[in-house]
């Protein structure tokens, strides 16, 4: 960490950074409200972050792709040896943030939430996005005590810049503060990489700012997505598998009346014989020989040319894949072992919400039904469960809208719903489960079915969901 700007110096850094800044509008306007985001920011403790980047990126998330250029105003107007370091800031960085994906994605998500809660979604999603790079460059930091004390003159500066570079008849800051100036901005943008801004989980979180209740929820939420994240979808091959095992499980006569629902959408050679295309018949005593032993239809058949009807996923199919997820004494995993990153609880809640993308990944949305149950044992554990189960309200509350998960509480294994039960525990199996899958947590290993997965290391987590989808299904 660098040294802390003085009361002296703070006006003198901000007009640098006003005048390094790319935007092309009214500075007068866009450069007030930055001021209160910068403020917000260097209050959470991104107190290297610049303002010069969080006016340019939080006016880029409120105005979109009408984001405007400074050089498209003040091009004319710019000193010759400034020239360059600015165009290549508008085309290496403002650019390329106006082009990301992400970033269209973010300011649409701000743009939804109430006026009243913007400036703080976006003081929040400029500190996701480069709060990490400057922490992690070793940078002059500001004062948010001294921004609050001087805070009227800092707002008279930035509302009284000019409308254009070339109003200035001598240039603003000397060459000091401006190399300083730009030497930060360089610092943290370096630390950025090349991939998106924002994050899945960082998009999200935007999303859902209105309904995060405190930080410690987010935290929270944050932690829990990004282990969801590091465990990685299902692959292909498996997932293939997983859908295979489970087509050729019989329908429960209980589920089915007479027939399957679902409509005919393609022709095989294989099939069942209900299934036959009718026209086949045609070829039953075409082309039997004089004695009558063998005809067309039994040579097609015998070399499987024989043409069915394919049907596609009956709704009687959806029915039957439903999970049972429950998570036992859940205040017993809430304990973090070493050589993990995260506590076991985290842990467990990230592979049940990656179990359930999988299964709408395999069967799809209409096909995939998860039960998630925390089994207690006492007011303390219930706490945790409620706890809980606020948590991942938030994250599955699309699928809870739809029904493709429940969410509940429960004290007997008798209260579970009987289909596909699998429980993560922190200790042996309990017979009077009846699970399908006991997973045992707890440790660096987890074990399911005797068998160990290291799910600290790169892969374990997913590999112990490839073995618990295959066991279920088979």
Not at 30 to 56: I, N, Q, T
């Amino acid at each position: 960490m660098g040294r802390r700007l003085s009361r002296e110096e703070l006006l003198p850094a901000l007009k640098a950074w006003a005048y390094v800044s790319g935007y092309g509008g009214s500075l007068a306007e866009s450069l007030p409200p930055a001021l209160g985001w910068l403020r917000a920011l260097w209050e959470e403790g991104y107190d290297a972050l610049p303002l010069d980047l969080v006016h340019d990126l939080g006016t880029l998330l409120v105005e979109g792709r009408a984001f405007g250029f400074a050089s498209s105003r003040d091009l004319a107007d710019w000193p010759e040896e400034e020239r360059g370091e600015r165009l290549a800031y508008e085309d290496r960085v403002l650019g390329k943030w106006v082009l990301d994906p992400s970033v269209g994605d973010a300011h649409v998500a701000i743009a939804a939430l109430s006026g009243e809660l913007q400036p703080r979604a976006l003081a929040h999603a400029i500190g996701l996005a480069l709060g990490p790079a400057s922490r992690r460059a070793e940078l002059d930091a500001g004062n948010p005590a001294i921004l609050r004390s001087s805070w009227r003159e800092a707002l008279a500066l930035c509302a009284s810049w000019p409308a254009r570079h070339g109003a200035w008849e001598e240039p603003p800051v000397d060459e000091h503060w401006q190399a300083w100036a730009l030497a930060i901005r360089a610092a943290i943008v370096g630390g950025l990489g090349e991939g998106k801004l924002f994050s899945p989980e960082d998009l999200w979180e935007l999303a859902h700012l209105a309904d995060l209740p405190n930080e410690s929820s987010r935290l929270a939420l944050r932690e829990l997505h990004a282990a969801t994240a590091a465990i990685g979808g299902v692959s292909p091959s498996v997932a293939m598998a997983v859908r295979r095992r489970a087509q050729e499980v019989a329908i429960d006569e209980e589920d089915a009346s007479h027939y399957p629902a679902g409509g005919f959408d393609a022709l095989s050679t294989r099939g069942r014989f209900e299934n036959l295309v009718r026209s086949e018949v045609a070829y039953v005593d075409s082309g039997r020989d004089e004695l009558g032993q063998i005809d067309l239809f039994d040579v097609r058949f015998a070399q499987g040319e024989l043409l069915y009807y394919t049907r596609d996923e009956s709704p009687l199919f959806d029915q039957r894949r439903r999970v049972t997820v429950v998570v036992e004494r859940p205040l017993d995993q809430r304990h973090k072992h070493p050589e993990l990153d995260a506590q076991t609880l985290v842990l467990v809640d990230a592979a049940t919400l990656r179990l359930q993308a999988d299964m709408v990944q395999v069967f799809g949305p209409s096909g995939a039904e998860l039960h998630l149950r925390w089994r207690t044992s006492g007011k303390a554990d219930a706490e945790a469960a409620e706890e809980e189960a606020r948590l991942m309200a938030m994250t599955l509350a699309d699928d809870l809208a739809h029904r493709r998960v429940t969410l509940a509480t429960m004290t007997d294994w008798q209260e579970a719903p009987p289909r596909g039960l699998v429980v993560f525990a922190a200790h042996q199996e309990d017979p009077r489960a009846g699970a399908r899958a006991w997973v045992r947590v707890g440790e660096p290993r987890w074990v399911l079915d005797g068998e160990g997965f290291a799910v600290g290391e790169p892969g374990g987590l997913r590999a112990l969901l490839d073995a618990l989808l295959l066991r279920l299904f088979a």
